[in-house]
């Protein structure tokens, strides 16, 4: 009988040896590193835009992050006066031609997502700015930019919206 508990015993030993053992060999044994790299979503955008002489050709925006990004624009015309200050004069906006925009709530949004480094369409094409004696017409186009992906918005409009807190 003693010898029984004397084997059984010794077998728990080392089974317990083992254990511990196989836990610290595991735990300690060497692999090859593992590097975890990820880079942050950036979101921008530039209006692209060519003017010749009182003519502006192809303004497009171009998204310069690095995700797909919702575009919207605002179009702000302004005349000034010969020593560039603001007149308070009514000024007029182009209508925005180009195909793949539409009006709402006083901006022009881009129905598709701009994937990094690409471009929208044409907001219009040779928008001869008007003249006056005495003035100078500008139109500012004011341009942003918002993550299309995991936002859960089906166009650029709810987009904003939903970053704004509503759906």
Do not use: H
């Not at 979101?43 to 995700?67: A, F, H, L, M, P």
């Not at 006066?81 to 308070?88: A, P, Q, R, V």
Request: glycine share 12%.
């Amino acid at each position: 009988m003693a010898r029984k508990l004397i084997l059984t015993a010794l077998a728990a030993i080392i089974l317990a040896l083992s254990s511990v053992g196989g836990t610290f060999a595991w735990l300690t044994s060497i692999t090859d590193s593992v590097s975890n790299s990820f880079e942050a979503g950036r979101v921008s955008c530039v209006v692209d835009e060519s003017v010749s002489g009182s003519v502006k050709q192809y303004v497009r925006i171009r998204n310069t992050g690095n995700i797909p990004a919702y575009i919207r624009v605002m179009l702000v015309p302004v005349w000034r006066d010969l020593e560039g200050y603001g007149t308070g004069r009514e000024a007029e906006a182009p209508a925005v031609t180009g195909s793949g925009w539409f009006e709402q709530d006083g901006f022009y949004y881009y129905d598709d997502p701009v994937p990094p480094g690409g471009f929208t369409g044409s907001l219009f094409e040779n928008f001869k700015m008007p003249e006056a004696e005495g003035f100078v017409y500008e139109l500012q186009i004011l341009a942003s930019a918002i993550q299309a992906d995991g936002t859960g918005a089906e166009s650029a409009a709810q987009a904003w919206r939903i970053a704004a807190g509503g759906y």
